[in-house]
């Protein structure tokens, strides 16, 4: 299982991935009610590291900007 650090921008006028060494900042452009930005953020990050999107868990930050994601080996 491999962790990544993450740091959400929500409302942003267009979709962006930046990856730094230490944590990924990702702007969205979905509204943080209701867990959409949430649900967004796993779908982008499906897309961007090629895995299903139920291997990607938020361990932490569910309602903060910063978030810890866990990603499940494809193996198991």
Same mark, same amino acid.
């Given at each position: 299982?491999?962790?990544?650090?993450?740091?959400?921008?929500?409302?942003?006028?267009?979709?962006?991935?930046?990856?730094?060494?230490? !944590?990924?900042?990702?702007?969205?452009?979905?509204?943080? !009610?209701?867990?959409?930005?949430? $649900?967004?953020?796993?779908?982008?990050?499906? $897309? !961007?590291?090629?895995?299903?999107?139920?291997?990607?868990?938020?361990?932490?930050?569910?309602?903060?900007?910063?978030?810890?994601?866990?990603?499940?080996?494809?193996?198991?």
């Amino acid at each position: 299982m491999a962790i990544l650090r993450v740091r959400v921008k929500p409302n942003a006028r267009q979709q962006r991935i930046e990856k730094g060494d230490d !944590e990924w900042i990702i702007a969205l452009p979905v509204a943080p !009610e209701g867990g959409k930005a949430n $649900q967004a953020l796993i779908k982008v990050l499906a $897309q !961007e590291l090629g895995v299903a999107k139920s291997r990607i868990h938020i361990k932490s930050g569910h309602t903060s900007r910063h978030k810890l994601i866990a990603i499940e080996d494809p193996e198991g």
